[in-house]
């Protein structure tokens, strides 16, 4: 017999075997504890029985028409999409604990097919796809996990998730009714499951996982196809359900989800959904955090008052799961971005930001909401929402249980004023667009729209790494090597042709131009016309650039029409047709054609228009670099460097550069700074750190209210300036010195004036109202176990290695702006400065309570005030 498979890493937790929460215990299973021998371990299951109150001895996920019951409790549960791919495996436990602390119970993440079967038939699951050591650092937080297996996964991923041989196996169409590629996907679905089993790690067998996922947002995809797309799903139910995973499948927005598989909501709100039977609880598997960016637009946020307003709004309606997607967004490193077009950075304007740093006050503040559902858990899971009106625009839930327990939720819907309501006969302020949380149905222990903790700027700062040693080598395209290269008549389809092997494929013909053609005696250059399916393209003329074309995510089609530089006799006219990530969304997308479609065409010369659709085109896959493997770093020698001194002036196209470099000191997440380049790929130590585009962002960025129904075009940043400037390095791929970056650049830029940049806290800001003894509902500091009314504290905290150097602004009174615009106000405290300096110079964290006693007296008598600080961190001077 063999010891448990708990997740504690040591015994001693027996003896503190009582302060672990439910949640953690209900990941003990009989079987598991079946396993031991040892007395101790017989005390340990009953206590875990009395604990538990567990009837049926098995673990068990089940669900009823009000929530996931896990060994016979429902639960309210609160998770998090974090996608394993999209960080290292360094990083996983450090999210996950966030998470944790963040008042998270779940994480979700999809199966990545493609990444895992790179080829048929055979698997990878080590390093950044270790999904197996994922799921266990989740199970070693004492987390549960919602996995979606899809296989299509849509996420932004390259080609949605599917591998990109799957578009090649003969009679295949996916998503639909056909054979092959049910086939396939059973396959993959089995695979998984099977690896899950044999590792336990379903909730039944002790391990994390308590929800599946199969397909993805099928529902609208499905109707187009009419019957087909009916049986497929169904198909897709049956055989998920037939793989007996002990635990429930969810298909989100599938309206017509067969039971028992539960249908879920994705969305910026999902209040005014329902599952489409009244035995199913209410899921919402995609609360959208943000959004993600593509390259040319700019970055979207959703402010964190909107977002808890629409978690409160679906738990008021009767909602008990829900999840953030994403919770932590991360990075699409190398290729793996969907596409076209959307950025390396996946951020998303999640919690955790894409480096893994907490964003505040987004993730404080949506902790605190995390901690005031909880205290309404016991009424929440026992008892149906009774609806009372309190005005026009007001309403309140109220939850009210046999066993006593009272929880209520008072709305305002209203998006531009605040609403005095009267509820069981006190008096409550709710501000616009907001719901505040009772969860003893008297006092306000969460207003969604009342930010309490602080704010954080993160800003990108000089590291004392230097790039050293620049070298260059031409991706020369004068000689082809007939090794790698193929003619024929016409224009071929860009993926058809590389297999998504690269980026890159040229296409490359030859035009005669006869010595008597009167342009080139003075008359006007001919133009050459090339239409494009996307994404990006580059014309070289006779080995030089003679122009570039861009799709955009919305429109791949390009149609490039310029003037051309022809010289008598042969002229050679290369297209570089670059993919930017294959699309994810979309009917049948795995048919969207990539690459020069034609027609190509020369305009202008005395004959009229030439036309080269069907002319002979040399293919070549790829860039030379690739295949002589420039970026391996035991390989380096098999191309011949130049020394680059004078790369600097040259900013030529086409051109693989090299430099090498120390870590820099320091643990805080590292990124190259990349806005003195035009477009390519980057890689660190032979790693991918993914495309760089410097794209310039156009959009509306005038700022936003959080009030009223977002969208992502609401509240914008970033316009006119590059899309993404920074590319995440993990540290993990680091070695402490002789580091190697190699990039390709296709269109010229700056190499030596790329930085090595860590992403440091610069500034903290704190934004609070005083306590108002004849309203009941201001932010109450602590709302533990006595409920008592402390008066409420600003804290401020710059994090590990960091101290408050100065501050920039203290006003207790009635201040206006926000962070990095804060200004007096009529009503300002003299010793605002003085009084926060004293407390916070030279701290890592400070706590300032708001009483006009900690002012001296009271700026402004019958005034509600506020005490705004912003301060600078700076690291702290050692000793
Ligand atoms: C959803 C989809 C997700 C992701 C999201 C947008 O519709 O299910 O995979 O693509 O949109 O980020």
Redesign the pocket.
Same mark, same amino acid.
């Given at each position: 017999m063999t010891i448990p498979h708990f997740y504690t890493p040591s015994h001693s937790f027996i003896i503190f075997f009582f302060p672990f929460s439910p949640l953690q215990l209900q990941h003990f299973c009989f079987n598991s504890i079946m396993e031991t021998n040892s007395v101790s371990k017989w005390v340990l299951f009953i206590l875990v029985l009395i604990q538990l109150g567990c009837q049926n001895i098995q673990c068990t996920v089940t669900y009823d028409n009000k929530a996931i019951v896990i060994n016979g409790q429902r639960r309210i549960l609160i998770s998090g999409s974090i996608h394993y791919p999209r960080s290292t495996p360094e990083m996983w436990e450090d999210l996950v604990m966030k998470a944790k602390q963040g008042g998270l119970d779940v994480i979700e993440t999809y199966v990545f097919w493609n990444v895992h079967e790179p080829t048929p038939g055979n698997y990878v699951f080590e390093g950044r796809y270790d999904l197996v050591r994922f799921l266990k650092t989740v199970q070693k937080a004492g987390l549960y996990a919602h996995l979606r297996i899809g296989p299509y996964?849509?996420? +932004?991923w390259n080609f949605g998730g599917f591998p990109v041989w799957l578009k090649y196996v003969p009679g295949i169409s996916f998503r639909t009714d056909n054979e092959p590629f049910k086939r396939a996907m059973k396959g993959f679905t089995e695979k998984i499951v099977n690896m899950m089993k044999s590792e336990k790690l379903f909730e039944t067998e002790g391990g994390p996982i308590i929800l599946s996922q199969i397909e *993805? +947002?099928y529902g609208s995809v499905g109707k187009a196809l009419g019957v087909a797309g009916h049986n497929y799903m169904t198909w897709a139910a049956n055989m998920a359900v037939g793989l007996r995973t002990g635990v429930p499948w969810v298909m989100c927005k599938q309206d017509d989800a067969p039971d028992p598989i539960i249908n879920t909501c *994705?969305g910026f709100y999902c209040d005014a959904f329902s599952p489409n039977k009244p035995d199913k609880p209410t899921i919402w598997t +995609?609360a959208w955090s943000g959004w993600?960016t593509e390259f040319g637009g700019p970055i979207h946020e959703r402010p964190v008052q909107d977002l808890a307003f629409g978690v409160a709004r679906f738990i008021q309606k009767g909602g008990s799961f829900f999840n953030y997607?994403m919770y932590h967004g991360g990075t699409n490193f190398g290729r793996s971005a969907g596409g076209p077009f959307i950025t390396t950075s996946y951020d998303y304007d999640a919690p955790l930001d894409e480096y893994g740093l907490i964003r505040q006050p987004k993730y404080g503040h949506l902790k605190e909401l995390h901690k005031a559902i909880k205290q309404c858990e016991p009424a929440l899971v026992s008892a149906d929402p009774r609806v009372t009106s309190l005005g026009n625009l007001q309403q309140a839930h109220v939850f009210s249980s046999e066993s006593g327990h009272c929880a209520a939720f008072l709305a305002n819907y209203n998006t531009n004023n605040a609403a005095k309501v009267m509820f069981n006969n006190m008096h409550y302020t709710l501000p616009p667009w907001s719901i505040s949380i009772l969860p003893d149905c008297t006092n306000v222990v969460f207003n969604t729209a009342k930010v309490g903790v602080q704010s954080t700027q993160m800003e990108m700062l000089p590291t004392n790494a230097e790039l050293f040693t620049w070298e260059t080598y031409n991706e020369d395209l004068t000689t082809v090597d007939d090794s790698s290269t193929f003619t024929v008549s016409g224009l071929l389809e860009q993926v058809n042709v590389t297999r998504d092997n690269s980026d890159y494929l040229w296409y490359t013909t030859n035009v005669h131009v006869d010595s008597s053609e009167s342009f080139l005696r003075g008359g006007e250059h001919p133009k050459l016309l090339v239409q494009s399916t996307g994404h990006a393209l580059h014309v070289f003329i006779n080995g030089e650039l003679s122009g570039s074309a861009f799709g955009t995510r919305e429109n791949r089609r390009i149609t490039y029409k310029e003037k051309v530089n022809l010289r008598p006799g042969n002229n050679k006219i290369s297209l570089l047709s670059v993919a930017m990530g294959l699309p994810n969304?979309g009917g049948h997308y795995e048919t969207w054609e990539t690459g020069v479609m034609g027609p190509v065409a020369l305009y202008g010369l005395d004959q009229g228009k030439q036309d080269l659709s069907w002319a002979k085109w040399t293919y070549q896959v790829g860039l030379k670099g690739e295949a002589m493997d420039v970026i391996s770093t035991n390989r380096m020698s098999s191309v011949e460097w130049l020394q680059g001194s004078l790369i600097a002036q040259k900013q030529q196209p086409l051109t693989w550069h090299k430099a090498s470099f120390n870590a820099p000191e320091g643990d805080e997440p590292l990124a190259l700074d990349m806005s003195s380049m035009g477009k390519g790929q980057v890689w660190i130590n032979g790693q991918s750190i993914g495309r760089y585009w410097t794209a310039y962002a156009t959009g509306n960025c005038q700022g936003c209210h959080y009030a009223g129904s977002y969208r992502p075009p609401k509240c914008q940043l970033g316009c006119g300036q590059p899309t993404q400037r920074w590319y995440h390095v993990p540290r993990s791929w680091l070695k402490p010195t002789d580091n190697s970056l190699v990039l390709f650049e296709e269109l010229g830029g700056d190499p030596t004036r790329i930085q090595l940049v860590k992403r440091s806290t610069t500034t903290v800001c704190a934004d609070m109202f005083e306590y108002h003894p004849n309203i009941k509902d201001w932010h109450i500091e602590s709302f533990g176990k006595t409920q008592e009314l402390h008066r409420p504290k600003v804290h401020l905290h710059c994090g590990p290695g960091l101290t408050i150097s100065a501050i920039k602004f203290a006003s207790f009174g009635t201040p206006l702006g926000t962070c990095g615009t804060f200004q007096q106000g009529t009503c300002h405290a003299p010793t605002s400065y003085d009084v926060i300096q004293k407390r916070c110079i030279g701290k890592e964290a400070c706590a300032v309570t708001i009483a006009n006693s900690n002012f001296g007296q009271d700026p402004c008598p019958n005034k509600l005030k506020r005490l705004t600080v912003e301060a600078v961190c700076a690291p702290s001077t050692r000793g």
């Amino acid at each position: 017999m063999t010891i448990p498979h708990f997740y504690t890493p040591s015994h001693s937790f027996i003896i503190f075997f009582f302060p672990f929460s439910p949640l953690q215990l209900q990941h003990f299973c009989f079987n598991s504890i079946m396993e031991t021998n040892s007395v101790s371990k017989w005390v340990l299951f009953i206590l875990v029985l009395i604990q538990l109150g567990c009837q049926n001895i098995q673990c068990t996920v089940t669900y009823d028409n009000k929530a996931i019951v896990i060994n016979g409790q429902r639960r309210i549960l609160i998770s998090g999409s974090i996608h394993y791919p999209r960080s290292t495996p360094e990083m996983w436990e450090d999210l996950v604990m966030k998470a944790k602390q963040g008042g998270l119970d779940v994480i979700e993440t999809y199966v990545f097919w493609n990444v895992h079967e790179p080829t048929p038939g055979n698997y990878v699951f080590e390093g950044r796809y270790d999904l197996v050591r994922f799921l266990k650092t989740v199970q070693k937080a004492g987390l549960y996990a919602h996995l979606r297996i899809g296989p299509y996964v849509c996420a +932004e991923w390259n080609f949605g998730g599917f591998p990109v041989w799957l578009k090649y196996v003969p009679g295949i169409s996916f998503r639909t009714d056909n054979e092959p590629f049910k086939r396939a996907m059973k396959g993959f679905t089995e695979k998984i499951v099977n690896m899950m089993k044999s590792e336990k790690l379903f909730e039944t067998e002790g391990g994390p996982i308590i929800l599946s996922q199969i397909e *993805n +947002e099928y529902g609208s995809v499905g109707k187009a196809l009419g019957v087909a797309g009916h049986n497929y799903m169904t198909w897709a139910a049956n055989m998920a359900v037939g793989l007996r995973t002990g635990v429930p499948w969810v298909m989100c927005k599938q309206d017509d989800a067969p039971d028992p598989i539960i249908n879920t909501c *994705n969305g910026f709100y999902c209040d005014a959904f329902s599952p489409n039977k009244p035995d199913k609880p209410t899921i919402w598997t +995609e609360a959208w955090s943000g959004w993600f960016t593509e390259f040319g637009g700019p970055i979207h946020e959703r402010p964190v008052q909107d977002l808890a307003f629409g978690v409160a709004r679906f738990i008021q309606k009767g909602g008990s799961f829900f999840n953030y997607y994403m919770y932590h967004g991360g990075t699409n490193f190398g290729r793996s971005a969907g596409g076209p077009f959307i950025t390396t950075s996946y951020d998303y304007d999640a919690p955790l930001d894409e480096y893994g740093l907490i964003r505040q006050p987004k993730y404080g503040h949506l902790k605190e909401l995390h901690k005031a559902i909880k205290q309404c858990e016991p009424a929440l899971v026992s008892a149906d929402p009774r609806v009372t009106s309190l005005g026009n625009l007001q309403q309140a839930h109220v939850f009210s249980s046999e066993s006593g327990h009272c929880a209520a939720f008072l709305a305002n819907y209203n998006t531009n004023n605040a609403a005095k309501v009267m509820f069981n006969n006190m008096h409550y302020t709710l501000p616009p667009w907001s719901i505040s949380i009772l969860p003893d149905c008297t006092n306000v222990v969460f207003n969604t729209a009342k930010v309490g903790v602080q704010s954080t700027q993160m800003e990108m700062l000089p590291t004392n790494a230097e790039l050293f040693t620049w070298e260059t080598y031409n991706e020369d395209l004068t000689t082809v090597d007939d090794s790698s290269t193929f003619t024929v008549s016409g224009l071929l389809e860009q993926v058809n042709v590389t297999r998504d092997n690269s980026d890159y494929l040229w296409y490359t013909t030859n035009v005669h131009v006869d010595s008597s053609e009167s342009f080139l005696r003075g008359g006007e250059h001919p133009k050459l016309l090339v239409q494009s399916t996307g994404h990006a393209l580059h014309v070289f003329i006779n080995g030089e650039l003679s122009g570039s074309a861009f799709g955009t995510r919305e429109n791949r089609r390009i149609t490039y029409k310029e003037k051309v530089n022809l010289r008598p006799g042969n002229n050679k006219i290369s297209l570089l047709s670059v993919a930017m990530g294959l699309p994810n969304i979309g009917g049948h997308y795995e048919t969207w054609e990539t690459g020069v479609m034609g027609p190509v065409a020369l305009y202008g010369l005395d004959q009229g228009k030439q036309d080269l659709s069907w002319a002979k085109w040399t293919y070549q896959v790829g860039l030379k670099g690739e295949a002589m493997d420039v970026i391996s770093t035991n390989r380096m020698s098999s191309v011949e460097w130049l020394q680059g001194s004078l790369i600097a002036q040259k900013q030529q196209p086409l051109t693989w550069h090299k430099a090498s470099f120390n870590a820099p000191e320091g643990d805080e997440p590292l990124a190259l700074d990349m806005s003195s380049m035009g477009k390519g790929q980057v890689w660190i130590n032979g790693q991918s750190i993914g495309r760089y585009w410097t794209a310039y962002a156009t959009g509306n960025c005038q700022g936003c209210h959080y009030a009223g129904s977002y969208r992502p075009p609401k509240c914008q940043l970033g316009c006119g300036q590059p899309t993404q400037r920074w590319y995440h390095v993990p540290r993990s791929w680091l070695k402490p010195t002789d580091n190697s970056l190699v990039l390709f650049e296709e269109l010229g830029g700056d190499p030596t004036r790329i930085q090595l940049v860590k992403r440091s806290t610069t500034t903290v800001c704190a934004d609070m109202f005083e306590y108002h003894p004849n309203i009941k509902d201001w932010h109450i500091e602590s709302f533990g176990k006595t409920q008592e009314l402390h008066r409420p504290k600003v804290h401020l905290h710059c994090g590990p290695g960091l101290t408050i150097s100065a501050i920039k602004f203290a006003s207790f009174g009635t201040p206006l702006g926000t962070c990095g615009t804060f200004q007096q106000g009529t009503c300002h405290a003299p010793t605002s400065y003085d009084v926060i300096q004293k407390r916070c110079i030279g701290k890592e964290a400070c706590a300032v309570t708001i009483a006009n006693s900690n002012f001296g007296q009271d700026p402004c008598p019958n005034k509600l005030k506020r005490l705004t600080v912003e301060a600078v961190c700076a690291p702290s001077t050692r000793g």
